[in-house]
């Protein structure tokens, strides 16, 4: 693949992104690669399977589309789950691939019998329920402390430290943080840690493993050898829970936790939004959860982001000793490029590979082209929704509760549809928050309104005049 490659697909996913908003792009896209752009075919790969679906049923026109904008010839799309590396990587040798979907009748566990049983016994119980995959450098020795993660680190290797049998301090231990903040490597070093000493077993899954393996498996258990499979766990890792979907799937999610925590056993969460923002999990659930310890990890700040920056350098140097960059170079990096650590990786890994193609030094000149489409925008201002509401109410001469209210008469809708829009443009808050704080609305009720605003304000210079005015209110 070439780099006019990359480029192309920077520009289509910068073309996706504004299309559906940074809050849908980050869901679904950040972790997406192109593979191979070959005749009219666009490979593209992301990590997991549920992923994959997701995308594909949700997605594909879309995602064609802006390939089509910027190359013509693309007549086609292909997903795919990129697994194979990390798979070979896995400590155990004889990892299976669990999820065999090939009988028609919806995941199973292979290893069982024909109806799907897990076998039971000291071991078995849960090298039949296995983990997802491990990356072997997400580890506590490549994971770099500071400001905005200390309390998730620390909290994390206090896990590690406990003995079977000793009270659980917290429980569950709930860490959440936006895309590329550090949630998965944490949960993985946790994991690699705990079961390096032993002395309890650590299973690690993502959230789509569990929906489409673990329950599966247990689903098919009667109590007794549920409570069989699960003495086999001595710490339960769950990694994006909020991809946790269904009503089955979230109830037995509250069987295997109340189960769990009530054995001592201690079970460790990652999501990206806290326990109250988990729309879809019933109030008893979320209170569970809440109930622990909750820990939020802040963005990078700058000096974390040169560390980080620092001993990837340092651990790529290992592979590619030609491979130098000033210091000079990765200040601006940590000064200029976003918060999200998969921004950092994915601009060293440019400087790195433009650096093996060309042979040229990395320079700041060469990084600054590189990373350009990397750089952070400027930080809103924070706005609160209350004031935009206040505001919008004040505005069109309607009442706060007017806009919170199921009301759809025009003089109510309009009004509701700019203070949506601009709670999303204003502030970092998310579809399905924006959707809760208006009356608990759905986010696609939201995403609707910031569409239909964002088409008419194009058109109607008066509605966008009054947009301005309401933005300058609120801004000052
Ligand atoms: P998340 O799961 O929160 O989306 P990841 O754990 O996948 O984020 O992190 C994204 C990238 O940033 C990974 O390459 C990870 O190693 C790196 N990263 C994030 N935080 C740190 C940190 N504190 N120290 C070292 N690397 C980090
Ligand atoms: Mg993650």
């Not at 593209?44 to 013509?72: D, G, M, N």
């Not at 049983?117 to 990356?135: C, Q, V, Y």
């Amino acid at each position: 693949m070439t780099t006019t490659d990359q480029d192309r697909w920077s520009r289509v996913r910068g073309r996706l992104r504004a299309e559906i908003g940074d809050d849908v792009y980050s869901s679904w896209f950040a972790r997406m690669e192109l593979e191979a752009l070959e005749a009219d075919t666009v490979r593209l790969s992301v990590p997991t399977r549920f992923l994959k679906s997701w995308i594909q049923s949700h997605y594909t026109e879309k995602v064609l589309a802006c390939w089509q904008a910027e190359e013509s010839k693309v007549g086609r799309i292909e997903l795919t789950v990129r697994t194979a590396v990390l798979r070979s990587a896995i400590a155990k040798p004889k990892a299976p691939d669990l999820i065999d979907q090939r009988d028609g009748h919806g995941p199973r566990l292979n290893g069982g019998d024909a109806r799907g049983n897990i076998t039971i016994g000291d071991a078995g119980g849960h090298e039949a329920l296995g983990g997802s995959p491990l990356d072997p450098r997400l580890t506590f020795e490549s994971f770099v402390v500071g400001r905005s993660n200390t309390l998730a680190h620390a909290a994390a290797r206090q896990v590690v430290a406990a003995k079977r049998g000793d009270p659980v301090m917290f429980n569950p231990l709930y860490i959440h943080a936006g895309v590329g903040l550090g949630k998965t490597h944490l949960l993985q070093a946790t994991t690699w840690a705990g079961n390096a000493i032993g002395e309890r077993k650590v299973l690690y899954l993502t959230a789509e493993k569990f929906m489409y393996g673990f329950v599966s498996a247990l689903r098919t258990q009667t109590a007794l050898a549920f409570k069989e499979a699960l003495r086999g766990i001595g710490v339960l890792v769950i990694d994006d829970l909020q991809f946790l979907q269904g009503k089955s799937t979230q109830a037995e999610f509250c069987h295997t936790l109340n189960a769990l925590i009530d054995a001592g056993r201690q079970v460790v969460i990652a999501s990206d939004r806290p326990p109250s923002d988990l729309e879809s999990l019933d109030d008893r659930v979320r209170s569970r959860l809440a109930g622990g310890l909750v820990v939020e990890m802040g963005s990078l700040g700058e000096e974390l982001r040169l560390e980080i920056l620092k001993s990837r350098v340092t651990a790529a140097r290992l592979h590619h000793p030609g491979f130098d960059v000033p210091m000079a170079v990765l200040n601006y990096i940590a000064k200029t490029v976003t918060h999200n650590g998969r921004d950092l990786e994915g601009a060293l890994n440019r400087l790195l590979a433009h650096n093996k193609l060309t042979g040229h030094q990395v320079t700041m000149e060469m990084a600054e082209r590189e990373v350009r489409d990397l750089i952070r925008p400027q930080e809103p201002k924070r706005v609160k929704i209350e004031d935009i509401q206040r505001v919008v109410a004040r505005q069109y001469n309607v009442s706060r509760s007017d806009l919170l209210s199921s009301r759809r008469t025009a003089n109510v809708v309009r009004p509701r549809q700019v203070a949506m829009y601009l709670a999303k443009t204003l502030t970092l808050r998310s579809l399905p928050e924006i959707g809760r704080r208006f009356g608990g609305r759905d986010h696609t009720t939201v995403l609707h309104a910031v569409r239909k605003i964002e088409g008419l304000v194009g058109n109607d210079i008066a509605l966008a005049e009054e947009i301005e005015i309401l933005k300058r209110q609120l801004q000052d």
